[in-house]
């Protein structure tokens, strides 16, 4: 019986070890962790609880939601921001369908990025002197060289994309190309 591959099958490898490395947020012990991963695993079939495993014990974090929430379930997560511009605050969460999903997130602003641990059951508040329209999201945004103006940088072709999202609509979907290193595969929404 023939059966046709999910469409985020060979996308979402690549974008989903990006995010672990944003999680794990230094670059001296992914390397590391993805030396001795392949040392630890070669010549061997294994499952994904054992990569989970594997990383989690390594790093000393349970990234078991994080990696539940990408290789189970089709759909990025969604970082929902809301404003309220009377009290200089934004609150925050992530619509995911992985229950314990936390996974930390760079926000703010570009030069001085902070980083909030939304999850999945309650929405968070934080301070803010930022406006909606200086509110920044680390994202990865996927632009192919042949879409990217000739001579424009990747950044500077992604911050593009990221506005004109922005200006489309009461729901402003907001894409910054920053960091690459950092940016999780993920969607933010703000209201």
């Known amino acids: 019986m023939a059966c046709t591959p999910p469409e985020d099958q060979y996308k979402k490898g690549p974008l989903f070890l990006n995010t672990l490395r944003g999680v794990?947020?230094?670059d001296a012990t992914w390397f590391s962790l993805l030396h001795d991963y392949?040392?630890?695993?070669?010549?061997q079939t294994i499952m994904s609880t054992d990569v989970d495993a594997f990383f989690s014990q390594r790093v000393g974090?349970?990234?078991t939601p994080i990696f539940n929430e990408y290789l189970h379930?089709?759909?990025?997560p969604t970082l929902e921001l809301r404003f309220d511009d009377v009290n200089?605050?934004?609150?925050?969460?992530w619509q995911a369908e992985e229950a314990a999903f936390a996974m930390p997130i760079r926000v703010g602003d570009p030069d001085h990025w902070q980083v909030i641990k939304?999850?999945?059951n309650a929405w968070k508040t934080m301070p803010t002197t930022l406006t909606r329209d200086q509110f920044s999201v680390v994202r990865i945004c996927i632009m192919f060289s042949s879409r990217r103006p000739r001579g424009m940088s990747f950044s500077a072709a992604a911050e593009v994309a990221g506005r004109r999202a922005a200006s489309s609509g009461a729901v402003r979907e907001w894409v910054v190309?920053?960091?690459y290193r950092l940016a999780p595969f993920a969607r933010a929404v703000m209201t």
Request: glycine residues 0%.
């Open 38 to 43: 392949y040392q630890h695993f070669k010549y």
């Open 73 to 76: 379930h089709a759909t990025p």
């Open 177 to 179: 190309e920053s960091d």
């Open 61 to 63: 974090m349970n990234l």
């Open 88 to 93: 200089h605050t934004v609150s925050y969460w």
């Open 118 to 120: 939304p999850v999945t």
């Open 24 to 26: 794990i947020n230094d």
